[in-house]
């Protein structure tokens, strides 16, 4: 049975769970990197496609949320064959295809309107095709290489870097498209995200399927028995089928919209007329608020939540509750803030932008914003972890993804249509948008009913499971 962290496992666990952990990183990080490319120049990608118009709303948002739809579908895809393949090569091969997406688009033609969108949106489509892929695959491979009592750690420092390389990325982007480099930032990142696919390939590691479940973990340590166990219909209706499985597929599409609509609406705001804030000029703000706001959401929830889950993992439930409810409250704030109006020149002065109160207001909302989107974001994986079998991980969390990336994607071509709508009337379109995140909070709250339960059915099959492998070996010897 495993038991607690070691003193020497608390020393160095954090090292060696990276270090184990690697292609998860490497994957996860890629996508933070270059996640706000598009949402922080969001404006300069319409005028590349439309130069001298103004900002197309409505088909920056089909952009962003066919993409999202296109992710969802693959993820299916990719979360069945996370149950049943290598882990570590179907990395290596979305890794690659992600490259690829960001290579081909450094050769786009520029400003020939529907055709240059035409290939933005294919190239848009082969990148969400890759990164559908990425969740499941992450969710399978830490399953089976993080002790039950260590998950939210993992998350909590895969979420933090996250949160680093997501800000950097946004800066570096922010740098290169305003200097019209963004050919050379397509070009370079496809090459980098290639070769990151073939190094995993190349010394990855495959980590063994359910040997970090505690029921299983005594007789998975014999390197002659495998967990070879499949998903069939017996095991489908009693786990997956489970209530609070059901309500995290439901709350997944509320809270998704309401994520995606500030990430959506928030740039073009402040960098439209009155407030011209720069593209560069905003991704300073989000290295001084949002990186600090990101990394403690991530860090120091994470080891909270492992100790109160260890009480009971109701509490897990609560905190995802309180974050939800807490993330619609600042967010709404953000839109009603007395932002300054700006020459584009005094959006671009970072000395001139720190005098204004109201900026650092912002920026503190942000920061507390970003703090507790951590909660939902270290807390929902191990929950899901925690109700299904070790076969089913792949395939639950890209099933759970599928309608999380369905809410994903709705989230910008809803706002992008109801800003257009109301002639860009931010205020509007964000309250009338964002209220169905609060479906989510409630839904979360009803499964502190059922999830107890839930949890103890998957523990009994997994001790029934332990037995049957260790009679087996006996008779095999």
Same mark, same amino acid.
């Given at each position: 049975m495993i038991e607690s962290e070691t003193k020497e496992?608390?020393?160095?666990?954090?090292?060696?769970?990276i270090i184990r952990l690697w292609p998860s990183y490497i994957i996860h990080n890629s996508f933070a990197f270059t996640l706000s490319a598009i949402f922080i120049n969001f404006l300069i990608v319409s005028n590349i496609i439309w130069p001298g118009e103004v900002f197309h709303s409505r088909e920056i948002g089909l952009l962003v949320g066919i993409s999202t739809y296109i992710s969802a579908i693959s993820g299916i895809l990719f979360g069945t064959l996370a149950d049943r393949y290598s882990r570590k090569i179907l990395m290596s091969i979305t890794e690659?295809?992600?490259?690829?997406?960001?290579? %081909?688009?450094?050769?786009?033609?520029?400003?020939? *309107?529907?055709?240059?969108? &035409? @290939?933005?949106?294919?190239?848009?489509? !082969?990148?969400?095709?890759?990164?559908?892929?990425?969740?499941?695959?992450?969710?399978?491979?830490?399953?089976?290489?993080?002790?039950?009592?260590?998950?939210?750690?993992?998350?909590?420092?895969?979420?933090?870097?996250?949160?680093?390389?997501?800000?950097?990325?946004?800066?570096?982007?922010?740098?290169?498209?305003?200097?019209? %480099?963004?050919?050379?930032?397509?070009?370079?990142? *496809?090459?980098?995200?290639? &070769? @990151?696919?073939?190094?995993?390939?190349? !010394?990855?590691?495959?980590?063994?399927?359910?040997?970090?479940?505690?029921?299983?973990?005594?007789?998975?340590?014999?390197?002659?028995?495998?967990y070879e166990y499949k998903l069939n219909w017996e095991t489908i209706k009693s786990t997956i089928f489970s209530p609070t499985n059901i309500i995290a597929f439901v709350e997944g599409i509320f809270t998704t919209i309401m994520l995606m609509i500030p990430d959506f609406l928030f740039v073009p705001y402040i960098q439209s007329d009155p407030h011209n804030i720069s593209p560069f000029a905003s991704s300073i703000f989000m290295i001084m608020f949002g990186l600090p706001g990101g990394l403690v959401g991530a860090l120091a929830f994470a080891w909270i939540a492992d100790r109160l889950a260890k009480k009971n993992i109701k509490n897990r439930v609560y905190m995802i509750a309180i974050s939800i409810i807490g993330l619609f409250g600042f967010y709404i704030g953000l839109f009603f803030l007395p932002l300054p109006h700006l020459t584009t020149a005094q959006g671009n002065n970072m000395g001139l932008l720190l005098t204004f109160p109201v900026l650092w207001m912002l920026g503190i909302i942000a920061l507390i914003a970003r703090a507790v989107v951590g909660l939902w974001n270290i807390n929902q994986p191990p929950i899901l972890q925690a109700i299904n079998l070790p076969e089913a991980q792949g395939t639950i969390s890209s099933a759970n993804q599928f309608l999380e990336a369905i809410g994903s994607g709705t989230g910008p071509i809803l706002a992008g249509t109801v800003l257009a709508l109301f002639n860009n009337n931010y205020q509007l379109t964000v309250g009338i948008t964002m209220g169905l995140g609060i479906i989510g909070g409630m839904l979360w709250l009803l499964a502190t009913r059922w999830i107890n339960n839930d949890v103890n059915r998957i523990s009994e099959i997994l001790k029934k499971r332990s037995i049957e492998l260790s009679e087996k070996n006996r008779n095999n010897d």
């Open positions: 496992e608390t020393k160095v666990g954090l090292f060696r769970r690659i295809i992600f490259g690829l997406g960001y290579m %081909l688009n450094a050769f786009v033609a520029q400003g020939l *309107g529907m055709q240059t969108y &035409s @290939f933005f949106l294919i190239f848009s489509l !082969i990148r969400g095709f890759a990164t559908g892929g990425f969740w499941p695959l992450i969710n399978s491979f830490g399953n089976d290489s993080t002790k039950e009592d260590q998950r939210s750690r993992f998350f909590g420092t895969l979420q933090a870097s996250f949160q680093l390389f997501q800000i950097v990325g946004m800066v570096i982007s922010a740098v290169m498209f305003q200097n019209l %480099l963004w050919r050379e930032y397509f070009l370079i990142i *496809g090459i980098i995200y290639i &070769s @990151f696919g073939i190094l995993i390939l190349a !010394i990855g590691k495959e980590p063994k399927r359910a040997s970090t479940h505690k029921e299983l973990s005594e007789v998975l340590l014999n390197k002659d028995v495998f």
